[in-house]
């Protein structure tokens, strides 16, 4: 039996290309002169946007690193409970500051008693307070300080928020933001892979009805969203993700990894192909709408750049190509979460970007720039130890 490494280099690199263009698409947003293909595409537009890609690769990526992470806590020795209230926690972490952010959108300066900026740079911090990776070396008094500190201003913040709705003047989940919807795909698929103890027959099936439950409420043969995993489109990505993984561990540990090519290459033209069939069937190509064609496309585009990743990374040992973005996915929530406070200090004091460098070319450059600065400050704080963990 061929040795199968604890986790693959190729997910890590794989997340923090993501992250990174992440970051950039975000700081594009509202950008004047830029190619259209470059952000979202508009609700009722039938196409992709490069922008539109990001987030669902993102999905895939949870369910690719997803069994690696619950094998390695089984072979550490920990206990079915133990896992359990590990995912429950990381899920409820997740649902958590989606809550939040997603708040941010209808927050209102003139009936709360502090300005946006500060409600956002204030919740960001509490984040940090709570889930911080603390050092070994530092007192488990002070540790529980800090922690106990950022829950009780979490607390405060929410009790202070005003919307500006006002018929519902309170925080609400709504759609539970990008973490939040993050956060719920991550238990559903995560509880499912472990009480099944990632039989793949069994998340081949699931991968199925939740894909089938995506497109049959997109083409209206089903009505009424689902509790928790709404059109299913989140944990049909999510469980793509787990299904490649596991797919992979199958022919590494037979000795097939001579299929690994055609296999991955096969499944992620079937899965675009697939896609661009249901299109005039399902809604389109649509990010905002989570059609199946956008599902579909997205996932088999993961997968085709997943596999040149191992072919890259985990073959030909080429990661140091790509060591200079390793933060972004080694602390991916820290890479999150700093351009909050990289936007809201600029709202907080009033500060735009000149014409000159928020336009074209000129301002493409600057949000590439932006983005790689943040990863840069991210690996920077990854060796002071301050990353968020979860």
């Known amino acids: 039996?061929?040795?199968?490494?604890?986790?693959?280099?190729?997910?890590?690199?794989?997340?923090?290309?993501?992250?990174?263009?992440?970051?950039?698409?975000?700081?594009?947003?509202?950008?004047?002169?830029?190619?259209?293909?470059?952000?979202?595409?508009?609700?009722?537009?039938?196409?992709?946007?490069?922008?539109?890609?990001?987030?669902?690769?993102f999905l895939f990526i949870v369910g690719l690193s997803l069994p690696f992470a619950i094998k390695n806590r089984i072979k550490n020795g920990k206990s079915f409970f133990n896992i359990l209230v590990y995912i429950l926690t990381r899920s409820a972490a997740l649902l958590i500051m989606g809550v939040f952010h997603v708040n941010l959108d209808e927050y209102s300066n003139k009936l709360s008693i502090i300005s946006k900026p500060v409600w956002a740079i204030l919740s960001t911090t509490a984040f940090f307070m709570i889930w911080l990776d603390y050092p070994a070396t530092l007192s488990r008094v002070k540790k529980y300080i800090l922690m106990g500190s950022g829950i009780v201003m979490l607390i405060a913040l929410a009790l202070i928020y005003r919307s500006k709705d006002p018929d519902n003047p309170y925080m609400d989940p709504s759609w539970w933001g990008i973490l939040?919807?993050?956060?719920?795909?991550?238990?559903?698929?995560?509880?499912?892979?472990?009480?099944?103890?990632g039989r793949l027959w069994i998340l081949t099936?699931?991968?199925?009805?939740?894909?089938?439950?995506?497109?049959?409420?997109?083409?209206?043969?089903?009505?009424?969203?689902?509790?928790?995993?709404?059109?299913?489109?989140?944990?049909?990505?999510?469980?793509?993700?787990?299904?490649?993984?596991?797919?992979?561990?199958?022919?590494?540990?037979?000795?097939?990894?001579?299929?690994?090519?055609?296999?991955?290459a096969t499944s992620g033209v079937v899965a675009i192909i697939l896609g661009f069939i249901l299109r005039h069937h399902t809604g389109g190509i649509s990010k905002i709408k989570s059609?199946?064609?956008?599902?579909?496309?997205?996932?088999?585009?993961?997968?085709?750049?997943?596999?040149?990743?191992?072919?890259?990374?985990?073959?030909?040992?080429?990661?140091?190509?790509?060591?200079?973005?390793?933060?972004?996915?080694?602390?991916?929530?820290?890479?999150?979460?700093?351009?909050?406070?990289?936007?809201?200090?600029?709202?907080?004091?009033?500060?735009?970007?000149?014409?000159?460098?928020?336009?074209?070319?000129?301002?493409?450059?600057?949000?590439?720039?932006?983005?790689?600065i943040i990863v840069l400050l991210v690996g920077l704080m990854e060796k002071k130890h301050l990353r968020l963990k979860i």
């Open 180 to 197: 939040g919807i993050i956060g719920w795909s991550y238990l559903v698929c995560a509880l499912i892979y472990l009480f099944t103890k």
């Open 1 to 57: 039996m061929q040795p199968l490494p604890k986790r693959l280099l190729s997910i890590d690199v794989l997340r923090a290309i993501t992250m990174l263009l992440m970051i950039f698409v975000n700081d594009t947003d509202g950008m004047s002169n830029i190619p259209e293909w470059i952000g979202h595409a508009e609700k009722n537009a039938d196409r992709l946007g490069f922008a539109d890609t990001i987030f669902p690769a």
């Open 291 to 372: 059609t199946p064609a956008w599902v579909l496309i997205c996932s088999g585009i993961t997968i085709l750049v997943f596999e040149l990743l191992i072919y890259l990374i985990d073959i030909k040992g080429k990661k140091d190509w790509f060591k200079w973005i390793t933060p972004a996915g080694t602390s991916t929530l820290t890479c999150y979460l700093i351009p909050y406070y990289q936007y809201f200090i600029l709202k907080l004091f009033h500060v735009e970007y000149p014409d000159a460098i928020n336009d074209g070319i000129v301002g493409l450059l600057r949000s590439a720039a932006t983005a790689l």
């Open 205 to 264: 099936t699931v991968f199925v009805v939740f894909l089938s439950l995506n497109i049959c409420l997109h083409a209206h043969i089903l009505h009424g969203w689902l509790w928790i995993i709404g059109d299913a489109s989140a944990v049909t990505l999510t469980m793509g993700g787990i299904l490649i993984s596991e797919l992979y561990v199958w022919l590494v540990e037979n000795g097939k990894t001579q299929w690994l090519w055609a296999t991955f």
